[in-house]
């Protein structure tokens, strides 16, 4: 992740991942401390693509819609997302994602 956006640029995981699932990978895949923070749906109550889990992520972390970029493979996700006022990208591949974070200056 830092090679892609920074270390400055903080990263946050909005994920749909079952309870049991995400206490597994929280504590077995170092990646896990890449992220700046979480909002896991099975813990808040709500699922991609409802609007209340973009809400729940931007109250959680003080983030402003505008200023965010979400990045999810499933389109849907996307559009709910941007329907928030959130930016977004539908990834299909490492490079394309890049191309689409550099265009919005995240690069």
Same mark, same amino acid.
Do not use: S
């Given at each position: 992740? /830092?090679?892609?956006i920074g270390a =400055?640029?903080?990263v946050f995981c909005l994920s749909n991942m079952p309870a049991a699932s995400i206490a597994h990978v929280e504590h077995t895949h170092a990646f896990w401390s890449s992220f700046t923070g979480s909002v896991i749906s099975s813990r808040v109550g709500a699922i991609k693509p409802e609007a @209340?889990?973009?809400q729940i992520l931007l109250g959680r972390f003080g983030l402003e819609a505008r200023e965010t970029v979400f990045?999810?493979?499933t389109e849907l996700n996307? @559009? =709910? =997302?941007k329907a928030q006022?959130?930016?977004?990208?539908?990834?299909r591949d490492a490079v394309q994602? /890049?191309? /689409?974070l550099r265009n919005l200056?995240?690069?």
């Open positions: 992740l /830092e090679r892609v =400055a640029n903080p @209340e889990i973009y990045i999810d493979d996307v @559009e =709910a =997302a006022g959130i930016q977004g990208i539908h990834f994602c /890049e191309q /689409e200056g995240c690069v």
